[in-house]
């Protein structure tokens, strides 16, 4: 089942859902809208698939930056948003759809457990220039069913936007 | 949880959910088919910026379809008003449609509980494709909440 508003805001006020800094404001119906932080890394492969662009996230101008096309960009949520106790789902917010911008790129899953600052997928379909600290997404909490066990994988130690940990293309055939 | 098709009937039966209008055979086993309006609408600028306006165009969808061009974002409305008071509800492409490359929404699929409107569609061709007004390009499933919805 899907939380609503006010199942929301109890459940952080519980410490079952984190978001931090968390403002009622942000409240919808059924989700809550979060924003995006101010750096952004651009990622790039070589012809052979290769990342080639393992450097820092940069900060974004005031002035905001202009996204383009087939370009592959990361950035971060600027709340730390987790729980140990619902399933979270992060997609786009109707604004940043209507303007071609992809957020997570058919990622959308969240994992049971600790709380941090999302990497987030950006492509767009046209240029498009976005600004740091600006609304971008809407998170919806889930109640699961089963026994609940929590996310050990490497990402949640990492709350700037951070590319593929998973290392060269060969360790992702079958062990 | 997810309302499986009968459950959708039924609770629009009841006034909890509401699909205007309404056609039985586009009810599946769990979830509604949505149709495409008559409309498209695009950008008239190149670049976009979430600061500034960004006028649109308004271009009918012709007799004979609409080929929507790669690189370019198109909205368009649902034919029908949906939305509930009590269940949320998420949008998806049909699988027939998604086979032939067409987005119906970027990375935003949520009707929040409490919005009733045609939703607008975000559609994206990853090559080119040429789309018909009223045609079934989606489909909606609603999901049932926890915690009041008296907000």
């Known amino acids: ?175 | 949880m997810i309302l499986t098709g009968t459950e959708i009937v039924e609770q629009r039966r009841l006034g909890r959910i509401r699909i205007e209008p309404f056609h039985p055979e586009q009810v599946s086993p769990n979830s509604y088919d949505f149709r495409l309006g008559d409309a498209v609408e695009m950008y008239q600028s190149e670049a976009l910026d979430f600061r500034q306006e960004n006028p649109k165009v308004k271009i009918p969808i012709p007799d004979d379809g609409l080929l929507l061009k790669i690189d370019k974002i198109y909205l368009a409305a649902t034919e029908e008003l949906i939305g509930s008071d009590h269940f949320a509800a998420i949008i998806h492409a049909r699988s027939s449609v998604a086979r032939l490359g067409l987005f119906v929404h970027v990375t935003a699929d949520l009707i929040d509980i409490g919005s009733y409107d045609r939703w607008i569609l975000q559609l994206h061709a990853v090559q080119p494709v040429r789309i018909f007004r009223g045609m079934r390009i989606g489909q909606v499933t609603f999901w049932s909440a926890k915690g009041p919805t008296s907000k």
């Open chain 1, 1 to 175: 089942m899907i939380l609503t508003a006010e199942k929301i805001s109890e459940e952080v006020a519980a410490g079952n859902i984190v978001i931090s800094p968390f403002s009622p404001g942000n409240l919808n119906p059924s989700s809550y809208s979060y924003h995006m932080g101010d750096e952004i890394l651009e990622q790039s492969v070589d012809r052979d698939g290769n990342e080639t662009s393992a450097g820092e996230p940069m900060p974004i101008a005031a002035g905001g930056v202009l996204l383009q096309p087939k370009r592959l960009y990361l950035t971060n949520t600027h709340q730390h948003i987790g729980s140990r106790k619902y399933v979270t789902l992060l997609s786009g917010c109707r604004p940043a759809a209507q303007l071609g911008l992809f957020v997570q790129l058919s990622a959308n899953l969240g994992n049971l457990g600790d709380a941090h600052r999302w990497t987030l997928e950006l492509t767009c379909v046209q240029p498009v220039r976005i600004y740091p600290g600006m609304l971008i997404g809407v998170l919806t909490f889930w109640e699961p069913k089963g026994a609940i066990t929590y996310y050990s994988g490497q990402y949640t130690a990492h709350s700037r936007p951070v590319g593929n940990l998973r290392g060269a293309a060969s360790d992702w055939g079958r062990q």
